[in-house]
T-cell receptor, first 113, second 114 residues
Framework: GENVEQHPSTLSVQEGDSAVIKCTYS??????FPWYKQELGKGPQLIID?????GEKKDQRIAVTLNKTAKHFSLHITETQPEDSAVYFC????????????FGAGTRLFVKA | NAGVTQTPKFRILKIGQSMTLQCTQD?????MYWYRQDPGMGLKLIYY???????DKGEVPNGYNVSRSTTEDFPLRLELAAPSQTSVYFC?????????????FGDGTRLSIL
């Protein structure tokens, strides 16, 4: 079946450094790629998304890049702050049924002050 | 706007008991979803609905049932609780298909089956 692989599972960085999380997807028809941030005890919240007709999107300290040929996309967080510490999930739309996205397993990011 | 509201937040069940997890949204979204989240496994889709009266199975539907009688509400029912159903359950909604629009999540129900 279709899947999304996410790496690394855990990432620890020093405050002010950059963090990069990478995902690969299997469905060549995938055309929507959201990223969610989940804080402790809360549900996931969208932080940024990208569509297949765009190669890069930026919103302040976060950016996402998409390589359709290689079927991978990445989340970049610059100038990390302690409040960036959370679990981050990538996701990709799948064509089957037309109504779903599938999620990566998540990356736990620790930002050390 | 409250967004997506889930109740209860925590629950402990005995094996074989049944219960309903409640989910309601006030954004007038047609699309609603139920996920379970197990440690290190991401989110797995249980059931989804594209509108009132219409539901369909996701990746892991066994042991669960849903109904969608109104746009706002999408309850998830466990009929015979089993230890394998110990998990965190999230309800979500979206204005269009999740294949094209972001989902809005509730804060989850943490369920333990003992």
């Amino acid at each position: 079946g279709e899947n999304v692989e996410q790496h690394p599972s855990t990432l620890s960085v020093q405050e002010g450094d950059s963090a990069v999380i990478k995902c690969t997807y299997s469905d060549s028809a995938s055309n929507y790629f959201p990223w969610y941030k989940q804080e402790l005890g809360k549900g996931p919240q969208l932080i940024i998304d990208i569509r297949s007709n765009v190669g890069e999107k930026k919103d302040q300290r976060i950016a996402v890049t998409l390589n359709k040929t290689a079927k991978h996309f990445s989340l970049h967080i610059t100038e990390t702050q302690p409040e960036d510490s959370a679990v981050y999930f990538c996701a990709a739309s799948i064509r089957t049924g037309g109504f779903k996205t599938i999620f990566g397993a998540g990356t736990r990011l620790f930002v050390k002050a | 706007n409250a967004g997506v509201t889930q109740t209860p937040k925590f629950r402990i069940l005995k094996i074989g008991q049944s219960m309903t997890l409640q989910c309601t949204q006030d954004m007038n979204h047609n699309y609603m979803y139920w996920y379970r989240q197990d440690p290190g496994m991401g989110l797995k889709l249980i059931y989804y609905s594209v509108g009132a009266g219409i539901t369909d199975k996701g990746e892991v539907p066994n042991g669960y049932n849903v109904s969608r009688s109104t746009t706002e509400d999408f309850p998830l029912r466990l009929e015979l609780a089993a230890p394998s159903q110990t998990s965190v359950y999230f309800c979500a909604s979206s204005s269009e298909t999740a294949g094209n629009q972001p989902q809005h999540f509730g804060d989850g129900t943490r369920l333990s089956i003992l």
